[in-house]
């Protein structure tokens, strides 16, 4: 077991616990019968995704932004292409072709930039996209969670992978090592997440406190004077 599971087992462990005793303060601790009162959930998030509505639009908006980065960087190695040609027409060690293979070093290195700038441009977008279906999965499982009054929902990994590396990376997610369908609620968040998800109130702040009308501009009240 590596660390991050030791940890998540531990933190499943002190909270069953605690909430066991909450429940009933004449239960041991961590015992079956005060394990078995804690209602907990578990979700599928590839198959919440594959269903959500918004990540097809995303992965689709996505698509469109590669397309457009890909058609740029055609355009400029065709460019690459012509002035390498070109430069084959001047005769070697004249000026033309210096100056040609310098236009062709200096469009190389700019196609190499590029290539970089779009890449991060693209990770960047997907990663925000990313954080929004998180945020939004955290939403309605949190709707789903209060209607059926659980205490804890975890995520679950369904497929092993299909290579040897894959089921080891599976398994050092894993925390969830065995769930009956009874405690599934991935098709209830999918459910919420098919129409607009209610919107998040903003965080009341607490008023500024008014000073005090005893209070001089140095700090001293006036009846200490």
Known sequence: MNRASAAIALLC????AQAAVAQDPAADKGSPQAAAKLAIGYVDFVKVF???PRVAEDRK???ELKKQR???LSEEEAQLKKLQMQAELENKGTARRAEKDLEIQGLGRRIEALQEIYQTEIRMALEEMQ???FEDAQRAIAIVAKERGLAMVFRVFGENG???RDKATVFEKRAVWYASEEVDITSSVIKV???PLPPVKPESKPAP???SASKTTDGKSQDSK
Do not use: I, R
């Not at 462990?13 to 069953?16: E, G, K, V």
């Open 61 to 63: 908006q996505l698509g």
């Open 162 to 164: 299909d290579t040897v």
């Open 209 to 211: 406190k008014e000073a």
């Open 13 to 16: 462990s002190a909270f069953l």
């Open 70 to 72: 890909t058609a740029k």
């Open 131 to 133: 954080v929004a279906w």
């Open 50 to 52: 594959e269903a959500y």
């Open 193 to 195: 997440l098919q129409v």
